[in-house]
Protein backbone atom coordinates (compact mmCIF):
# COMPACT_ATOMS: atom_id res chain seq x y z
CA UNK A 1 0.00 0.00 0.00
CA UNK A 2 1.65 3.36 -1.24
CA UNK A 3 1.72 6.04 1.47
CA UNK A 4 0.13 9.20 1.36
CA UNK A 5 2.26 12.21 0.84
CA UNK A 6 1.59 15.59 2.42
CA UNK A 7 2.26 18.44 -0.04
CA UNK A 8 2.90 22.58 1.43
CA UNK A 9 -0.07 24.57 2.04
CA UNK A 10 -1.03 26.36 -1.33
CA UNK A 11 -1.22 30.28 -1.32
CA UNK A 12 -3.95 31.63 -3.55
CA UNK A 13 -1.75 34.54 -4.71
CA UNK A 14 1.48 36.27 -4.86
CA UNK A 15 2.44 39.72 -4.62
CA UNK A 16 5.85 41.91 -4.43
CA UNK A 17 5.71 43.25 -0.90
CA UNK A 18 9.04 46.03 -1.40
CA UNK A 19 11.36 46.68 -3.61
CA UNK A 20 15.01 47.85 -2.91
CA UNK A 21 17.91 49.04 -5.74
CA UNK A 22 21.55 50.04 -5.09
CA UNK A 23 23.19 52.40 -7.76
CA UNK A 24 27.04 52.41 -7.67
CA UNK A 25 28.99 55.38 -7.12
CA UNK A 26 30.63 56.57 -10.13
CA UNK A 27 29.08 58.56 -12.93
CA UNK A 28 30.09 58.48 -16.15
CA UNK A 29 29.00 60.63 -18.93
CA UNK A 30 29.27 60.18 -22.88
CA UNK A 31 32.19 62.46 -23.05
CA UNK A 32 34.44 59.97 -21.03
CA UNK A 33 33.56 57.10 -23.07
CA UNK A 34 33.55 58.38 -26.41
CA UNK A 35 37.32 58.81 -26.65
CA UNK A 36 38.01 55.38 -26.28
CA UNK A 37 35.51 54.56 -29.20
CA UNK A 38 35.57 57.71 -31.80
CA UNK A 39 32.67 58.51 -30.82
CA UNK A 40 30.55 61.64 -29.27
CA UNK A 41 28.11 62.36 -26.65
CA UNK A 42 25.69 63.74 -30.20
CA UNK A 43 26.32 60.07 -31.59
CA UNK A 44 25.36 57.90 -28.40
CA UNK A 45 22.45 60.07 -27.95
CA UNK A 46 21.02 59.85 -31.03
CA UNK A 47 21.55 55.87 -30.74
CA UNK A 48 20.79 55.08 -27.60
CA UNK A 49 19.23 57.92 -25.21
CA UNK A 50 21.86 57.20 -23.19
CA UNK A 51 23.44 60.34 -21.53
CA UNK A 52 25.23 58.87 -18.60
CA UNK A 53 25.75 55.28 -17.10
CA UNK A 54 26.33 54.33 -13.82
CA UNK A 55 30.15 51.81 -13.00
CA UNK A 56 30.97 50.03 -9.90
CA UNK A 57 33.58 50.78 -8.44
CA UNK A 58 36.32 47.83 -7.17
CA UNK A 59 34.89 47.26 -3.61
CA UNK A 60 31.35 47.54 -5.29
CA UNK A 61 31.12 44.28 -6.07
CA UNK A 62 28.05 41.41 -7.23
CA UNK A 63 27.73 40.73 -4.01
CA UNK A 64 27.67 43.57 -2.20
CA UNK A 65 25.16 45.23 -4.59
CA UNK A 66 23.08 42.71 -4.73
CA UNK A 67 22.91 42.61 -0.87
CA UNK A 68 22.33 46.32 -0.89
CA UNK A 69 19.51 46.46 -2.34
CA UNK A 70 17.84 43.30 -1.02
CA UNK A 71 18.69 45.06 2.14
CA UNK A 72 16.28 48.01 1.55
CA UNK A 73 13.69 45.48 -0.15
CA UNK A 74 13.43 43.64 2.83
CA UNK A 75 13.03 46.82 4.97
CA UNK A 76 10.34 48.32 2.74
CA UNK A 77 8.32 44.88 2.60
CA UNK A 78 8.53 44.91 6.58
CA UNK A 79 9.25 40.88 6.59
CA UNK A 80 11.59 39.14 8.84
CA UNK A 81 14.44 38.19 6.84
CA UNK A 82 14.95 34.81 8.97
CA UNK A 83 11.33 33.99 7.10
CA UNK A 84 12.58 34.22 3.73
CA UNK A 85 11.97 30.64 2.05
CA UNK A 86 13.95 31.19 -0.89
CA UNK A 87 16.75 33.70 -3.01
CA UNK A 88 16.70 33.97 -6.71
CA UNK A 89 19.93 35.98 -7.94
CA UNK A 90 19.87 36.56 -11.47
CA UNK A 91 22.87 37.70 -13.55
CA UNK A 92 25.36 36.52 -16.15
CA UNK A 93 28.45 38.68 -14.86
CA UNK A 94 29.33 37.03 -11.80
CA UNK A 95 32.89 35.70 -12.99
CA UNK A 96 32.87 33.49 -9.93
CA UNK A 97 31.45 30.48 -10.72
CA UNK A 98 30.75 28.98 -6.98
CA UNK A 99 29.87 28.75 -4.08
CA UNK A 100 26.24 30.76 -5.86
CA UNK A 101 26.76 34.53 -5.34
CA UNK A 102 22.58 34.10 -4.07
CA UNK A 103 23.82 31.91 -1.06
CA UNK A 104 26.00 34.32 0.18
CA UNK A 105 23.33 37.26 -0.45
CA UNK A 106 20.64 34.95 1.89
CA UNK A 107 23.40 35.32 4.74
CA UNK A 108 24.34 38.75 4.48
CA UNK A 109 20.69 39.99 4.81
CA UNK A 110 19.73 37.52 7.35
CA UNK A 111 18.09 34.77 5.18
CA UNK A 112 19.56 32.03 6.85
CA UNK A 113 17.13 29.43 5.82
CA UNK A 114 16.10 30.06 2.69
CA UNK A 115 17.38 27.90 -1.01
CA UNK A 116 19.40 30.21 -2.74
CA UNK A 117 20.12 29.67 -6.37
CA UNK A 118 21.54 31.65 -9.09
CA UNK A 119 19.76 32.14 -13.01
CA UNK A 120 21.45 32.96 -16.14
CA UNK A 121 19.03 34.68 -18.32
CA UNK A 122 20.44 37.63 -19.35
CA UNK A 123 18.68 41.48 -19.70
CA UNK A 124 15.59 38.88 -18.59
CA UNK A 125 16.60 37.67 -16.16
CA UNK A 126 14.95 39.45 -13.25
CA UNK A 127 11.30 38.31 -14.47
CA UNK A 128 12.27 34.95 -14.98
CA UNK A 129 12.76 35.12 -11.35
CA UNK A 130 9.73 37.18 -10.44
CA UNK A 131 7.77 34.45 -12.19
CA UNK A 132 9.32 31.65 -10.47
CA UNK A 133 8.91 33.31 -7.25
CA UNK A 134 5.14 33.80 -7.62
CA UNK A 135 5.08 30.03 -8.49
CA UNK A 136 7.15 29.46 -5.74
CA UNK A 137 4.92 30.98 -3.13
CA UNK A 138 1.47 30.23 -4.57
CA UNK A 139 2.58 26.65 -4.64
CA UNK A 140 3.56 26.59 -1.35
CA UNK A 141 7.04 26.03 -1.04
CA UNK A 142 8.11 29.33 0.69
CA UNK A 143 6.05 32.04 1.75
CA UNK A 144 8.31 34.74 1.10
CA UNK A 145 10.71 34.99 -1.86
CA UNK A 146 13.43 37.27 -2.43
CA UNK A 147 14.23 38.13 -6.04
CA UNK A 148 17.75 40.01 -7.02
CA UNK A 149 18.82 41.12 -10.31
CA UNK A 150 23.12 42.57 -10.01
CA UNK A 151 25.59 43.05 -13.00
CA UNK A 152 28.72 44.52 -13.26
CA UNK A 153 28.36 44.33 -17.05
CA UNK A 154 31.75 46.75 -17.02
CA UNK A 155 33.83 43.51 -16.46
CA UNK A 156 32.01 41.62 -19.79
CA UNK A 157 32.50 44.17 -22.06
CA UNK A 158 35.36 45.57 -24.36
CA UNK A 159 35.41 48.96 -23.70
CA UNK A 160 36.98 49.82 -27.54
CA UNK A 161 34.25 48.06 -28.88
CA UNK A 162 31.94 50.84 -30.57
CA UNK A 163 28.80 48.10 -30.33
CA UNK A 164 28.89 47.40 -26.59
CA UNK A 165 31.30 50.37 -24.37
CA UNK A 166 28.33 53.03 -24.13
CA UNK A 167 25.97 51.19 -23.74
CA UNK A 168 26.46 49.01 -20.35
CA UNK A 169 26.23 49.69 -16.84
CA UNK A 170 26.44 48.32 -13.52
CA UNK A 171 23.63 48.41 -10.55
CA UNK A 172 21.54 45.90 -8.42
CA UNK A 173 17.49 45.48 -7.74
CA UNK A 174 15.52 43.65 -5.78
CA UNK A 175 12.22 42.59 -4.93
CA UNK A 176 10.30 40.72 -1.80
CA UNK A 177 7.41 38.86 -3.03
CA UNK A 178 4.73 37.17 -0.74
CA UNK A 179 1.39 35.87 0.01
CA UNK A 180 -1.40 38.10 -1.14
CA UNK A 181 -5.56 38.60 -0.70
CA UNK A 182 -5.47 39.77 -4.23
CA UNK A 183 -3.41 38.62 -7.54
CA UNK A 184 -0.24 40.86 -7.88
CA UNK A 185 1.61 39.19 -10.47
CA UNK A 186 0.04 37.58 -13.79
CA UNK A 187 0.96 35.12 -15.37
CA UNK A 188 4.34 34.69 -17.50
CA UNK A 189 4.80 34.52 -21.23
CA UNK A 190 8.20 33.71 -21.50
CA UNK A 191 10.82 31.88 -24.11
CA UNK A 192 13.94 32.17 -26.06
CA UNK A 193 15.20 31.82 -29.19
CA UNK A 194 19.07 30.13 -29.20
CA UNK A 195 19.25 29.83 -32.76
CA UNK A 196 19.65 33.64 -32.82
CA UNK A 197 21.92 33.29 -29.65
CA UNK A 198 25.04 34.72 -31.44
CA UNK A 199 23.54 38.39 -32.14
CA UNK A 200 24.17 38.91 -28.07
CA UNK A 201 26.92 36.37 -26.77
CA UNK A 202 30.20 36.04 -25.51
CA UNK A 203 33.65 36.34 -28.10
CA UNK A 204 35.00 33.32 -27.09
CA UNK A 205 34.93 30.77 -24.10
CA UNK A 206 36.46 30.98 -20.73
CA UNK A 207 38.36 27.67 -22.11
CA UNK A 208 39.33 29.02 -25.29
CA UNK A 209 41.38 31.81 -23.65
CA UNK A 210 42.75 29.58 -20.78
CA UNK A 211 44.38 27.27 -23.95
CA UNK A 212 45.13 30.35 -25.73
CA UNK A 213 46.60 31.83 -22.23
CA UNK A 214 48.99 29.45 -21.69
CA UNK A 215 50.55 30.20 -25.18
CA UNK A 216 50.30 33.89 -25.64
CA UNK A 217 49.91 35.87 -21.90
CA UNK A 218 48.74 38.88 -23.58
CA UNK A 219 45.60 37.53 -25.38
CA UNK A 220 42.68 39.32 -23.96
CA UNK A 221 39.51 38.08 -22.02
CA UNK A 222 36.76 37.23 -23.31
CA UNK A 223 34.22 40.24 -24.00
CA UNK A 224 30.17 40.59 -24.84
CA UNK A 225 29.68 41.28 -28.37
CA UNK A 226 26.37 42.15 -29.74
CA UNK A 227 25.34 42.85 -33.60
CA UNK A 228 23.27 45.73 -32.87
CA UNK A 229 20.79 46.19 -35.69
CA UNK A 230 19.07 42.64 -36.07
CA UNK A 231 18.58 42.76 -32.38
CA UNK A 232 17.07 46.47 -32.56
CA UNK A 233 15.23 44.68 -34.99
CA UNK A 234 14.23 41.98 -32.98
CA UNK A 235 13.63 43.78 -29.51
CA UNK A 236 11.07 46.07 -31.38
CA UNK A 237 8.93 43.90 -33.59
CA UNK A 238 8.91 40.42 -31.19
CA UNK A 239 8.82 42.07 -28.00
CA UNK A 240 5.74 44.16 -28.90
CA UNK A 241 3.92 40.54 -29.76
CA UNK A 242 4.77 39.06 -26.78
CA UNK A 243 3.89 42.43 -24.39
CA UNK A 244 0.50 42.26 -25.95
CA UNK A 245 0.39 38.62 -25.31
CA UNK A 246 1.24 39.23 -21.93
CA UNK A 247 -1.29 41.55 -21.50
CA UNK A 248 -4.16 39.47 -22.82
CA UNK A 249 -2.88 36.31 -20.66
CA UNK A 250 -3.34 39.00 -18.19
CA UNK A 251 -6.87 39.87 -18.96
CA UNK A 252 -5.53 43.38 -18.85
CA UNK A 253 -5.96 46.35 -21.36
CA UNK A 254 -3.07 49.00 -22.03
CA UNK A 255 -5.85 51.61 -20.76
CA UNK A 256 -5.41 49.52 -17.26
CA UNK A 257 -2.03 50.19 -16.86
CA UNK A 258 -0.01 52.66 -14.85
CA UNK A 259 3.05 51.80 -15.76
CA UNK A 260 4.92 50.25 -18.89
CA UNK A 261 8.66 49.22 -17.79
CA UNK A 262 10.75 47.30 -20.32
CA UNK A 263 14.36 46.42 -19.53
CA UNK A 264 16.47 49.53 -20.12
CA UNK A 265 18.50 48.30 -23.49
CA UNK A 266 17.76 51.49 -25.63
CA UNK A 267 15.69 54.40 -25.24
CA UNK A 268 14.96 54.07 -28.93
CA UNK A 269 13.83 50.73 -28.54
CA UNK A 270 11.40 52.26 -25.37
CA UNK A 271 10.29 54.58 -27.39
CA UNK A 272 8.95 52.18 -30.29
CA UNK A 273 7.25 49.94 -28.22
CA UNK A 274 5.08 52.59 -26.47
CA UNK A 275 4.67 53.35 -30.23
CA UNK A 276 3.47 50.20 -31.19
CA UNK A 277 1.62 48.93 -28.15
CA UNK A 278 -0.37 52.71 -28.51
CA UNK A 279 0.05 53.46 -24.52
CA UNK A 280 -2.23 55.89 -23.51
CA UNK A 281 -0.70 59.47 -21.85
CA UNK A 282 -1.72 58.21 -18.71
CA UNK A 283 1.05 55.29 -18.76
CA UNK A 284 4.07 55.91 -17.22
CA UNK A 285 7.19 55.05 -19.44
CA UNK A 286 10.11 53.81 -17.40
CA UNK A 287 13.49 55.67 -19.52
CA UNK A 288 16.04 54.84 -16.39
CA UNK A 289 18.06 54.19 -19.27
CA UNK A 290 19.27 57.47 -19.78
CA UNK A 291 20.79 58.26 -16.47
CA UNK A 292 21.94 54.28 -15.38
CA UNK A 293 22.69 52.82 -18.75
CA UNK A 294 21.91 49.24 -19.98
CA UNK A 295 22.31 47.35 -16.70
CA UNK A 296 20.66 43.87 -17.90
CA UNK A 297 19.23 41.45 -15.56
CA UNK A 298 19.30 44.52 -12.77
CA UNK A 299 17.41 47.11 -15.33
CA UNK A 300 14.05 46.27 -14.76
CA UNK A 301 13.55 46.98 -11.00
CA UNK A 302 16.25 49.34 -11.33
CA UNK A 303 13.97 51.25 -13.61
CA UNK A 304 10.13 50.00 -11.36
CA UNK A 305 12.16 52.03 -8.46
CA UNK A 306 12.93 54.84 -9.95
CA UNK A 307 9.20 55.30 -11.83
CA UNK A 308 7.98 55.00 -7.84
CA UNK A 309 10.46 57.38 -6.19
CA UNK A 310 10.15 59.81 -8.99
CA UNK A 311 6.05 60.04 -8.26
CA UNK A 312 5.43 59.25 -11.84
CA UNK A 313 3.96 55.59 -10.86
CA UNK A 314 2.61 54.61 -7.52
CA UNK A 315 1.98 51.71 -5.44
CA UNK A 316 -0.57 50.13 -6.29
CA UNK A 317 -0.48 50.91 -9.57
CA UNK A 318 -0.76 47.73 -12.46
CA UNK A 319 2.38 47.83 -14.72
CA UNK A 320 3.62 45.66 -17.62
CA UNK A 321 7.39 44.10 -16.82
CA UNK A 322 9.19 43.08 -19.82
CA UNK A 323 12.68 41.84 -20.31
CA UNK A 324 14.56 41.12 -23.19
CA UNK A 325 18.44 40.02 -23.78
CA UNK A 326 20.81 37.11 -24.74
CA UNK A 327 19.55 33.90 -25.43
CA UNK A 328 17.79 35.12 -27.49
CA UNK A 329 15.50 35.38 -23.71
CA UNK A 330 12.46 37.06 -23.11
CA UNK A 331 9.98 37.16 -20.09
CA UNK A 332 6.70 39.44 -19.47
CA UNK A 333 4.16 39.71 -17.04
CA UNK A 334 1.71 42.46 -15.00
CA UNK A 335 2.28 43.43 -11.72
CA UNK A 336 0.88 45.38 -9.08
CA UNK A 337 3.56 48.02 -7.87
CA UNK A 338 4.39 47.23 -4.25
Same mark, same amino acid.
Given at each position: ?????????? /?????????????????????????????????? #??????????????????????????????? #?????????????????????????????????????????????????????????????? #????????????????????????????????????? !???????????? %???????????????????????????????????? /?????????? #??????? !??? !??????? /???????????? %???????????????????????????????????????????????????????????????? !?????????????
Amino acid at each position: MRASIRTSAP /ARHAAMLGIGVYRPRLVVDNDEVAGLIDSSDEWI #RTRSGIERRRWAGEDETIVEMATAAAAMAIE #RSGVDPAGIGCVLLATISNLKQTPAAASEVATRVGAVNAGAMDISAACAGFCYGLALAGDIV #RGGSAETVLVIGVERMTDLIDHRDRGTAFLFADGAGA !AVVGRSEEPGIG %PVVWGSDGTQGELISQDHSWLDWRDQLAKDPSTEAP /ALRMNGQPVF #RWATVEM !AKV !ARRTLEA /AGVDVADLGAFI %PHQANDRITQALAKSLRLPPTVAVARDVVEQGNTSAASVPLAMEALLSSGEARSGDTALLLGFG !AGLSFAGQVVVLP
